[in-house]
């Protein structure tokens, strides 16, 4: 059965950057793609990027200047990290397997962490 | 405000059919796929619908989604009170080159 779980800090400071690693098991993230999202606090989803399995990246340009995401296939996990974070940043991050041979459907979500951008 | 627009609640009986809709454009849902998702209360969004109608394992069949034009529609027969949740559309959209979500409907089963 394949798991994700996401780890890092709970908070970070404004303009630092904030840092998360995607573990998964039961499953090899050489294939399909790895993706992040946000949830802010009382609101929807917000797609961050994908990873693909060749390492390739795709982001979401409203972020595409602070993201970078990339994987350590030897750990089984991908990491997203977002720079000159502010309190907007302030969100639950999950991160996701996107099925793209499923018309790009995200079929297993990580249990979500919270990330509060404050001083 | 969300690219792709749902209603913000929907209520029901139990025993009863909601449907749940999601309006787009030709740039989204118009010429993409659409999933739809379950996100119960403390939990991580759950995938229901793939492919615009199709379920993966699982999944119930009460559970079946659709699409037309530019606006898809989850539907939910035989409501149960385990079924209150927030549910959200999502597929890509070509101009933003993004992968954009519903702003979510909060389902209430009365």
């Known amino acids: 059965q394949v798991q994700l779980q996401e780890s890092g800090p709970g908070l970070v400071k404004p303009s630092e950057t904030l840092s998360l690693t995607c573990t998964v098991s039961?499953?090899?993230?050489?294939?399909?793609?790895w993706s992040w999202i946000r949830q802010t606090p009382g609101k929807g989803l917000d797609w961050i990027g994908y990873?693909?399995?060749?390492?390739?990246?795709n982001y979401n340009p409203s972020l595409k200047s602070r993201v970078t995401i990339s994987k350590d296939t030897s750990q089984n996990h991908f990491s997203l990290k977002l720079t000159s974070v502010t309190a907007a940043d302030t969100a639950v991050y999950y991160c996701?397997?996107?099925?793209?041979?499923?018309?790009?459907?995200?079929?297993?979500w990580g249990q979500g962490t919270v990330v509060t951008v404050s001083s | 405000q969300s690219v792709l627009t749902q209603p913000p609640s929907v209520s029901a009986a139990p025993g009863q059919k909601v449907t749940i809709s999601c309006s787009g454009s030709?740039?989204?849902?118009?010429?993409?796929?659409v999933s739809w998702y379950q996100q119960l209360p403390g939990a991580a969004p759950k995938l229901l619908v793939y492919?615009?109608?199709k379920r993966p394992s699982g999944i119930s069949d009460r559970f079946s989604g659709s699409k037309s034009g530019t606006s898809a529609t989850l539907d939910i027969t035989g409501l149960q009170t385990g079924d209150e949740a927030d549910y959200y559309c999502?597929?890509?959209?070509?101009?933003?080159?993004?992968?954009?979500f519903g702003g979510g409907t909060k389902l209430t089963v009365l």
């Open positions: 999502g597929t890509w959209d070509s101009r933003m080159s993004s992968l954009v």
């Open positions: 996701a397997r996107l099925r793209g041979s499923w018309g790009d459907a995200f079929d297993m």
């Open positions: 030709s740039s989204n849902i118009g010429n993409n796929y």
């Open positions: 990873i693909f399995d060749s390492g390739s990246t």
């Open positions: 039961g499953d090899s993230i050489s294939s399909y793609y």
């Open positions: 492919f615009n109608n």
